[in-house]
């Protein structure tokens, strides 16, 4: 399996409902790396999974409305806990949608999956991955 992955990071604020977040639950901010990793069993013509550019353009496109966001106040996020795990799926699930419309320089029925990944710290992440 080949991949080819981009990072882009988000300065967020948000808060969480619920017991088991503890101190989290009161409104605070966070750092976000994130990496999109596209997976494809072989190589294009070109000898490329996809264009890289394309694809950190598709990262920046889904990251934009939640930079510098309180995301408690995204009207799409309302009554949702924006967990690191939550937000890897709705990242995800965006750049499925780019894949799907060949905006990364190759075919989506090209690529086999995308992950995507979000530091939360140098000690804790977490990543979801799915089939496009």
Do not use: C
Not at 3 to 17: P, Q, T, Y
Not at 115 to 128: F, Q
């Amino acid at each position: 399996m080949y991949a080819v992955e981009v990072r882009d990071h988000v300065m967020i604020a948000h808060s969480f409902k619920g017991a088991l977040f503890g101190p989290a639950q009161a409104l605070h901010g966070a750092t976000f790396v994130i990496d999109a990793a596209f997976l494809a069993e072989t190589l294009d013509e070109n000898g490329v999974v996809i264009d890289i550019g394309r694809a950190h353009e598709a990262l920046k496109e889904v990251l934009e409305p939640l930079n510098y966001k309180n995301l408690d106040e995204v009207p799409a996020f309302a009554g949702t806990n924006t967990t690191t795990e939550f937000l890897t799926r709705h990242i995800h699930d965006h750049l499925a949608k780019a894949a799907r419309e060949d905006r990364l320089g190759r075919p989506g029925r090209d690529l086999g999956a995308i992950r995507v990944t979000i530091s939360e710290s140098h000690v804790a992440r977490a990543w979801y991955e799915a089939a496009i």
